[in-house]
């Protein structure tokens, strides 16, 4: 398949699926999505995730040589330094365990579609996503993750060039721009300098020297302290010392959820700590727990307290208003994540990772600047406030022209605006991250060489500097990175364990304060630690009871949460092939078989399944004479695949809290049949969905 689609272009000397001319005009992907399912023919042509991956690609990795094992084992569950390098070619370790990462956190439910997908792309969000609080969480973390550091890095290099601390950079951008301004040819500069950045990507740390975004004052563009105390992460707003490339942005953004959350509950509960009377810091009243730590309904507490009627009864706007808010909450998150899509696919077409294009899509998007950059030498500032002023007058008052001209449009071509779209015009064939991700997880497949998950890390990041190479930390010509000396870099890069709790106020540390600093315990602590034992004491007697019902059979719901929650300290290992699980609570393995045409998905119970030290003794290799599965699966036939808890949110949060374990999950899978089928207890459930999804060749949209 691969050498029918492969295709070169003499302009950029790309060669692939993708890259031949006609895919550097923004044209609208072909074919319009069926109204009705059953209309669609069945399988459909492939997307270009499905071609890239099973092209034949000049940069190879580990994952992508030849080999004669059935399936190849490149180091799952082994430390990172033991797992080959690259796993990919001309992509590094570190930033595909990022990739996947995120990917885990952000795909719950995907649903196999027949129609033709847009920008050529699956793994689209679907138009009737699903909304959960969970997925708006994830929406929220990964805007902060895209657009909330992207921007603080552009604001960060906008101090640096106004400070004049490296002067000659910002002298050369002073003298252009002045030039420019005094022969009227701000709007040629501008776009020039766009289109260079564009299409030559070494000028980028030419014009904008890297530097870590933690390291710089967004205020005198200088050097600073990291917030963490120490410089031992490169691209986090914190600097925070991590495990792995990327791991201090991502919990940076669950803080920065958590930390709105709470600023909310603060507000709504009426936290005023300045106009708390005076009291003995020792007395069991300035002891109490923190209501809005504990997240209880204060809100309603401090209505009624000050005499208000809070009830549904007295207050008739307390339920429409609640609605309206939820009903909203859909479209929010969808936006939030067509922002942050928009964002992953320019910053992709920019700086692409194989074995997408490198400079299809940057000569596209340069493509569509040149034209306007031609027009800008022309017009002048006369004609744009013109031809500005007249655009906003026939916005305002030629509504009857416009809305005859919609209805005209959506007669003629009703599915225009979803043509229009970005991914559909000018980022076409441009991935988001887990558009990519999911495609370098068909390299593996196709190759038959699974990529390992992420390696698991239990013990804390060490708080100590992270190594600053050239790529990291840099300067234009011969003035030192930030205009810094080194005592004043050293200074900034080392740790200092106070930097991370210093606020700008004393009104700001009351705020922030939770008693959970204190020397020693609270009688608000006390509480709360009493509070945990009783509840590991009913959590741990109800996980018995449970375990009686479901092993009897008096509950087939108990039955699906037979060993959720695992032993302490054990970490489950087990992949490429087999992984452990429960189907109808009994404890067995699913295994991947690749030797079957097609491939299939089974669970087998029993003798059929080795431990950990036999499949390591004898090679990781099962005898299928000795398996007698319950079930198989052909995994083209799959049709959804859906994450699914171990226990309810409400249970889980319980559990987790009071037992400190984490719970296993389980998954869902619907055959093109009809067949549901249920597994549950899954060590490994975001690696098990991993295969699943990029084995096959269905496209995917995200639910």
């Known amino acids: ?113 027949e129609y033709p997908v847009p920008g050529g792309l699956d793994l689209n969000i679907a138009d009737e996503d699903e909304f959960s609080p969970d997925k708006m969480r994830a929406s929220i973390e990964r805007l902060y993750m895209t657009v909330g550091i992207g921007c603080l890095a552009a604001v960060k290099h906008i101090a640096r060039l106004r400070s004049w601390r490296e002067t000659r950079r910002t002298a050369c951008f002073a003298g252009a721009y002045f030039i420019a301004w005094l022969f009227d040819f701000i709007t040629p500069l501008l776009l020039s300098v766009v289109i260079t950045l564009i299409v030559y990507p070494r000028s980028r740390h030419i014009l904008f020297p890297p530097a ?137 077409a920019l700086s692409p990772t194989a074995p997408f294009p490198r400079e299809t899509h940057r000569l596209r998007l340069a493509g569509v600047i040149m034209p306007i950059f031609g027009i800008s030498l ?37 599915d225009w605006p979803k043509l229009l779209e970005l991914r559909n015009t000018l980022l076409k064939g441009v991935p ?48 030192p990175p930030l205009n810094a000396t080194p005592a004043e870099l050293n200074a900034a890069i080392n740790h200092d364990p106070t930097t991370a709790h210093q606020t700008s106020g004393s009104d700001i540390d009351k705020a922030k304060s939770t008693n959970s600093h204190a020397k020693k315990p609270s009688t608000g602590n006390k509480i709360l630690g009493f509070f945990k034992g009783t509840t590991k004491g009913f959590v741990k007697t109800a996980i018995g009871t449970d375990t009686v019902r479901g092993k009897t059979g008096i509950s087939h719901h108990a039955r699906d949460r037979l060993g959720v929650v695992p032993p302490p300290d054990s970490h489950p290992t087990a992949g490429p092939v087999e992984f452990e699980a429960r189907y109808k609570g009994q404890k067995g393995t699913i295994f991947l078989s ?8 089974a669970f087998s119970t029993g003798s059929s399944t080795y431990s950990t030290a036999e499949r390591a003794a004898d090679g990781d290799k099962k005898k299928k004479e000795d398996l007698h599965p319950q079930w198989s ?32 999950d389980g998954l869902e899978i619907v055959v093109r049949d009809g067949r549901r089928v249920k597994v549950t207890a899954v060590g490994l459930r975001d690696e098990l969905f991993n295969r699943v999804v990029a084995m096959g060749g269905q496209k995917w949209e995200s639910w």
């Open 594 to 601: 690749t030797a079957a045409t097609p491939p299939l998905l």
């Open 212 to 348: 870590p975004v933690s390291l710089v004052d967004s205020k005198s563009g200088g050097v600073q302290k990291p917030k963490s105390g120490v410089l031992g992460s490169h691209d986090s707003a914190t600097g925070a010392p991590e495990n792995h490339k990327g791991e201090a942005t991502e919990q940076e953004a669950s803080n920065f959820v958590n930390g709105m959350a709470s600023i909310a509950l603060s507000s709504a509960a009426g936290k005023h700590p300045q106009g708390d009377p005076d009291s003995d810091d020792d007395s069991a009243v300035a002891d109490a727990p923190d209501p809005t730590a504990v997240a209880t309904k204060m809100t309603e507490a401090k209505d009624k307290a000050q005499g208000g009627k809070t009830s549904a009864k007295h207050d008739k706007t307390k339920v429409p208003v609640e609605t309206a808010m939820w009903t909203k909450m859909r479209p929010v998150m969808h936006a939030i994540g067509d922002l942050a899509d928009t964002w992953e696919r320019f910053a992709n």
């Open 1 to 113: 398949m691969a050498s029918n689609e492969k295709e070169g272009n003499a302009l950029t000397g790309d060669t692939g699926p993708g890259t031949g001319i006609k895919n550097l005009l923004p044209i609208p992907v072909e074919g319009a999505r069926p109204q009705d399912m059953n209309t669609a023919t069945e399988g459909g042509a492939p997307s270009l995730s499905h071609a890239l991956a099973n092209d034949d690609h000049e940069e190879k990795g580990h994952a992508q040589l030849d080999h004669e094992q059935e399936v190849l084992n490149l180091g799952w569950n082994e430390p990172k330094e033991e797992i080959a390098a690259p796993l990919v070619g001309g992509l590094d370790n570190e930033d595909l365990w990022l990739l996947i990462r995120r990917f885990n956190k952000q795909v719950y439910h995907l649903k196999a579609v």
């Open 633 to 664: 699966i052909p995994v083209n036939e799959i049709v959804e695949v859906k994450k699914i808890g171990g226990y309810g949110w409400k249970a889980k949060l319980v559990v987790g809290w009071s037992l400190d374990r984490e719970v296993k």
């Open 378 to 414: 022309f017009v002048t500032s006369y004609m744009f406030t013109k031809g500005m002023t007249f655009g906003l007058g026939f916005a305002f008052f030629g509504d009857p022209v416009i809305s005859r001209g919609l209805d005209w449009l959506n007669r003629t071509i009703p």
């Open 432 to 479: 988001t991250n887990a558009q990519l991700t999911i495609t370098l997880l068909r390299i593996g497949e196709a190759n038959k060489a699974p990529l390992p998950p992420p390696p698991r890390i239990d013990d804390a990041p060490p708080s100590k500097p992270a190594e600053i190479t050239d790529a990291d930390l840099r300067a234009t010509g011969a003035e």
